[in-house]
């Protein structure tokens, strides 16, 4: 059986669904703190055990560990803003969290691990694209440095205990189903004030997206290749969108007229966003996969799909 | 004022040696489960206060942060092999312990920290001598991964609320005062034993080694070059010394005949050991720092301290 951390939430529920597509067992663990128990829907009791608990709570961990086979860890404070004002929330959430699920399967002899990782790790690197064997790694967010806190305890792990590991370092993921992030801000803005946009920052910043179906078959397809150590690979596009063709594509996927895109200024949207972040995918190609959607084509998707779902 | 933590312990209490005779005041936070008030001595109250209190006590940590200009973050815990016992140490003396210091600093508008940070970081890289910007960083203990842990909450502060920081990444540092580590086990193998001396592993492991006074002069020195953002370098020598050259230079330091040399097999000492790890310490030479004592040196130097301090 499979258990999915994070199952109730964006890409964790779209990996719910895929895992039972191709015929898996699965058991989510969430605390519903942002996952939607409707993202779950559909499901057979069969195919699908929801256990509510925080991650926070090692007893309640352990009993979610019974029988299981790999570990998806995808539980993680949504929100990567919200470092600036509550310094502890990523470090609970991200690294303690992560500690918890290695120590439960350390416990119950569970040896393999898949774990969302983030771009956020690299901070403002100075090679763009960015790839794997980019360093030093200085993430900028307290959300990106309880990512790479929670890489590092996983590397460990595999290194002292022997557990198999798959580190995904993902770009920015996009598709249906997501709670939070640029797109969901600039659809809710305009669903207050359909006249104008307000742009957090100078609308430069690019970064690369990709959504989050070509995101889940990346993971499943890197999983299926590698069998011991620790496998660590980007997952993105080869592209960059910039926060102000976001803004016109949202704009435009509204159909609405004469709205006034505003821009707050400064080279960043909030202390600890990364103005720039360009994945390179080469290694991830190299295996023979390729995400069928641009960033792009990803962006826009994600607009048309959240409009059509919540209007205008 | 300067705050040194793990003032007490081998590496801190020779910082605090240096940083009084440079002029500064310095107050040492020390929980001294390792750390030793006899390294302290022969200092002014004037010049050295000593604070007795655990990092993981938040509120003991924002009185000593009352005054300070600098935090020099040394405190640890010293033992990288524990990890495999108990599993939480690292987690909760390294990267809690890291937090707790750091969002005191915040809360006390304290701005500069230097961190001691470890080769064990780099894991089993696969380039050598391995360079600050080898990437992915994978340690295989759980002490390698509490020290990237820390040092991604540091740089992510410096992103986010703009402190200045100083990373070191310390070869394996020796010398007197030392309270663990190969030196020190070997010569208290041959006090109980002045026979044999049992060496973990095939004695082929091999790694960088710097003397103490020389990993001092070079945190200072880095702390002198650079007033904004983070800076890391790696700190060590440009040579490594293998476990069986370590263990016949132990032996020839005692004056002892006819010890017998015991290995116990294997390609590392135990789970979580680097079998080779070797600098690159170009990027610190660049600066015009150079270390007084070779690996071999600094060795050699530590053993017959330590044989001339307890005797054989």
Not at 106 to 132: C, H, L, N, Q, W
Not at 215 to 242: C, K, R
Request: hydrophobic content about 40%; proline content about 2%.
């Amino acid at each position: 059986m499979h258990l999915v951390t994070g199952g109730a939430g964006f890409i964790g529920s779209h990996l719910v669904d895929a895992l039972i597509s191709a015929g898996k067992k699965v058991r989510v663990l969430d605390n519903f703190s942002s996952g939607r128990m409707e993202f779950l829907e559909g499901h057979s009791k069969d195919d699908l055990e929801i256990v509510v608990c925080d991650l926070l709570d090692p007893s309640g961990v352990d009993d979610a560990m019974k029988g299981i086979d790999t570990v998806h860890h995808l539980a993680a404070n949504p929100d990567i803003r919200l470092g600036v004002q509550v310094t502890d929330t990523d470090l609970k959430q991200g690294t303690i969290a992560t500690y918890n699920i290695l120590e439960s399967m350390r416990k119950s002899g569970v040896s393999k691990i898949s774990f969302s990782s983030s771009s956020a790790i690299y901070g403002e690197a100075d090679e763009m694209p960015t790839s794997e064997r980019y360093g030093p790694v200085l993430p900028i967010s307290l959300y990106g440095a309880s990512k790479l806190a929670s890489e590092s305890l996983i590397s460990a792990w595999s290194g002292t205990f022997g557990i198999t590991a798959w580190i995904h370092r993902f770009a920015n993921i996009v598709g249906s189903r997501g709670t939070h992030g640029v797109i969901y801000d600039f659809v809710h803005k305009l669903r207050n004030d359909n006249t104008r946009l307000e742009v957090l920052g100078d609308g430069r910043q690019e970064k690369s997206y990709m959504d989050v179906q070509d995101t889940v078959n990346a993971m499943l397809h890197v999983i299926g290749m590698h069998d011991d150590g620790v496998s660590l690979y980007n997952l993105g596009t080869d592209q960059t969108v910039s926060v102000s063709t976001i803004a016109r594509i949202v704009v435009e996927s509204t159909g609405l007229a004469d709205v006034k895109i505003e821009y707050t200024g400064g080279d960043r949207g909030w202390a600890g966003d990364v103005p720039r972040t360009w994945l390179d995918v080469e290694k991830l190609k190299s295996t023979g996969f390729q995400p069928k959607m641009t960033s792009e084509e990803a962006v826009r998707g994600c607009a048309e799909n959240l409009i059509s779902e919540i209007g205008i």
